[in-house]
């Protein structure tokens, strides 16, 4: 746990810093989203090995790559899909007696979630690139983030039923009540924080809706954890890589916002959480 909070206190400032710098260069949310959304996909198939596979691993990142910088161009979407799906059968019938199905089959499953679970953040930030595009941005890592942390010491105080105990033992059926019930207060206190200190021309927030998204983003970032959790149990690997210490890879950091992200783009499709400008 000291490890985990010491990472967490290394990450923090410059999670923070990138924010400040991308309130200024909006171009720098992109391209770090980007790279993570890249990071993520390279670790995913790094369970089945697969990112040593260049015919893999290099059009599963290029898929990633194109389709978060230049989603804009909707006819793209298609084509992307599609040379994606050519180019892995290509590279199991060149490579028949090294690859299966299974091994395509889990390179595009991890390559589509990574790449809209972060194109969703991108998405949202884009639409005005400003600091309410960062309010959403942070709403979406904030909540699976904050219900996690809550899971954890609530599993800690008071787990005694196990939630799925064949995926991930230590997880409690009181751990994930805590994660949902107060990682929504908290993502609510997200949404005070910079209705009172950051938001400048007049923009609030409808905690109603927040609400709701704080709920349902808690919800399904317990899926999306049990998920990522399942594939690495599947594949015998612990974590999915070693970049942060106590914390593993990029991708068992971002696993539930993949999950989260994506409800947060759709439910604010429907119920806008930021209120138009007063005035």
């Known amino acids: 746990m000291k490890t985990r909070i010491l990472t967490a206190a290394v990450g923090l400032p410059i999670a923070v810093g990138l924010m400040i710098l991308g309130a200024a260069f909006p171009i720098v949310i992109d391209l770090c989203l980007t790279v993570i959304a890249c990071m993520c996909v390279t670790e ?19 898929f990633t790559s194109i389709f978060i910088m230049f989603y804009y161009i909707a ?23 090294n690859l299966v199905f299974h091994d395509l089959a889990h390179a595009l499953t991890i390559t589509t979630l990574c790449t809209l679970g972060i194109w969703s953040m991108v998405y949202l930030f884009d639409q005005t690139k400003n600091i309410v595009g960062i309010f959403y941005v942070v709403t979406a890592l904030a909540t699976p983030w904050l219900s996690d942390a809550a899971a954890y010491f609530g599993g800690s105080l008071f787990g005694k039923r196990k939630l799925c105990p064949k995926i991930s033992p230590k997880k409690t059926v009181e751990g994930a009540v805590s994660g949902v019930v107060i990682g929504t207060l908290l993502s ?11 938001f ?55 696993d ?20 138009e400008k007063v005035g």
Do not use: Q
């Open 256 to 275: 539930s916002v993949i999950f989260t992200a994506p409800v947060l783009f759709i439910v604010n499709m429907y119920l806008p959480i930021i209120v």
């Open 200 to 254: 400048e021309n007049g923009e609030t927030v409808n905690y109603i809706y927040l609400a709701v998204f704080s709920f349902l983003g808690a919800l399904s970032s317990i899926v999306g954890d049990l998920s990522f959790s399942l594939i690495k149990r599947s594949c015998g690997v612990k974590d999915y890589g070693s970049l942060m210490p106590g914390h593993g890879g990029m991708l068992d950091r971002f």
């Open 44 to 62: 995913g198939l790094s369970a089945k090995k697969s990112n040593k596979k260049v015919t893999i691993v290099v059009p599963c990142v290029v």
């Open 75 to 97: 006819p793209l979407w298609p084509v992307l899909v599609f040379l994606l799906i050519l180019s892995l059968f290509m590279s199991m019938i060149i490579n028949h007696e």
């Open 188 to 198: 609510l206190l997200v949404g005070v924080i910079f209705e009172a200190f950051f």
